[in-house]
């Protein structure tokens, strides 16, 4: 290339390059023909071709030397001129592509919509199958929990009663109450539950306990565990006292009991207390009927993991009698659609 | 008489010139400038052939001059050098300052007692 740039070589020279290094051997034969021209000369001032041969190389000096300073300037010089036409070429190249999308605009947007929508949904896709399926549950056997869906009192009972592949069922939903610590209150979101459901998910408090079978009993006196969020908080993370505190909760004095452990987040990162949900046949119809609630179960051990025997037991355990044609289909459907959909909603 | 087998600084600078000259007159290879020089200083000045070469490469760096292969008078291939603009302006530059640098040594020279 001409230093000054005003040629671009001939686009075959660079793949000259591929064939060959060509810098040692032009500096050769750019000295061999000035030599040769020297040696000519002076045959024709007359002297001999020995002679001729001798004085052209006293005359020229050092070949030697000469021809290693030419050459490792030569090949100085190359590098840097392929670098620089790289470059220049990259940005003919970043030229071409910006001149025929100036061209057609539609196809420019329609294939950069395009790129940004599959990037997009790809990266979308891929959250939800990392959060739903790749990541496990933060629960220990995480792999036996199933969620049946929404269910009323009845169908929780029926369940409970009759469906075997279960160790536990559960039920809960969630709420959103003034929480008072008697000197500032807010709305906070937590969640109903029945007292099975922190020992069926398997997760031990930090500190404290969680619900005891008596916590449910009617006239039990409140208590309430509460998030690791809300104990930083509210009470600054202090290691002593907390524990027994009252917190009003609707306007009812409720003990805190345990702190759950950081990170914990049933059912979702939201909620920060948690209150006992007591399920009786008696008030059923009245508690219970109104809406629907989560019903989540834990697999009995030597339970078969396999959706379709799964589904021959949840058939077999439930009698079309003892409850309703709801409820059964309801069982075989959650239990037949396997953990993944199960737990999003869990999780 | 400066001697032409110890190439100092004022040598090389010379040799810049002596080639620019040579190639005022169109592109030529390194044979053609090296025997225009001898022809033109009557072989006063005696260069090395070799350190042409070199001194060619330093204007090239400069883009003073460009080169190009081509087909010498003979029909060989021949690296041809060609001046640039800029070696045109260079040229003419220091031409001036070498004869307005010589015009003074030469009077300082010929001032009484003359010895030039």
């Given amino acids: ?347 | 008489m400066p001697s032409a087998r110890d190439p100092g600084d004022l040598l090389q600078g010379t040799l810049a010139i002596l080639i620019l000259k040579a190639l005022l007159l169109g592109p030529a290879h390194g044979y053609a400038i090296s025997r225009w020089i001898e022809d033109a200083t009557g072989d006063v000045l005696q260069i090395e052939d070799g350190s042409l070469y070199p001194a060619l490469r330093r204007l090239e760096d400069r883009k003073l001059v460009t080169s190009e292969w081509g087909t010498s008078e003979n029909n060989r291939r021949a690296k041809f050098y060609e001046l640039t603009p800029a070696g045109r302006r260079y040229l003419h530059a220091e031409a001036s300052i070498w004869i307005k640098y010589s015009k003074a040594v030469t009077r300082v020279l010929r001032t009484h007692p003359s010895i030039a």
């Avoid at chain 1, 025929?100 to 605009?105: A, Q």
């Avoid at chain 1, 524990?243 to 452990?261: D, K, S, T």
């Fill in chain 1, 1 to 347: 290339m001409t230093p000054q740039g005003a040629r671009r070589p001939p686009f075959w020279r660079r793949y000259l390059r591929l064939v060959r290094d060509d810098v040692r051997g032009d500096v050769d034969e750019e000295l061999a023909f000035h030599l040769d021209m020297r040696v000519e000369r002076n045959i024709a001032l007359g002297l001999s071709p020995d002679d001729a041969r001798r004085e052209a190389l006293a005359r020229f000096g050092d070949v030697r030397d000469v021809r290693d300073q030419l050459v490792s300037h030569d090949q100085r010089h190359a590098t840097k001129e392929r670098r620089a036409e790289y470059f220049g070429d990259l940005v003919h190249d970043l030229r071409f592509g910006a001149r025929s999308m100036r061209r057609s605009p539609g196809f420019a947007i329609a294939a950069i919509l395009t790129l940004a929508l599959g990037i997009g949904a790809n990266a979308a896709m891929f959250s939800v199958v990392n959060a739903v399926v790749l990541q496990p549950l933060p629960y220990p056997q995480a792999e036996r929990l199933v969620s049946l869906g929404m269910g009323s009192a009845g169908e929780y009972f029926a369940l409970r009663d009759r469906l075997h592949t279960l160790d536990a069922l559960a039920a809960w939903v969630s709420i959103t109450h003034p929480v008072d610590d008697g000197t500032s209150a807010e709305r906070l979101e937590g969640a109903a539950i029945t007292a099975n459901t922190l020992s069926l998910l398997g997760t031990r408090p930090a500190s404290g306990r969680t619900f005891t079978a008596a916590d449910e009993q009617p006239g039990a006196a409140p208590v309430v565990p509460i998030s690791h969020a809300l104990w930083q908080r509210k009470f600054g993370g202090a290691r002593a006292g907390v524990i027994g505190r009252l917190i009003a909760i609707e306007g009812v004095p409720c003990e805190i009991v345990g702190i759950m452990p950081e990170g914990f987040a049933f059912p979702n990162s939201a909620a920060e207390y948690w209150q006992p949900y007591p399920v009786r046949i008696a008030n059923a119809g009245i508690t219970w009927a109104v809406t629907d609630k989560h019903i989540i179960g834990r697999l009995a051990h030597g339970t078969v993991t396999s959706t379709r025997a799964r589904r021959g037991a949840s058939r077999a355990c439930i009698s079309p009698n003892a409850i309703g044609a709801n409820a059964r289909d309801r069982c075989a459907i959650a239990i037949d659609e396997s953990i993944r959909a199960v737990l999003s909603s869990v999780a």
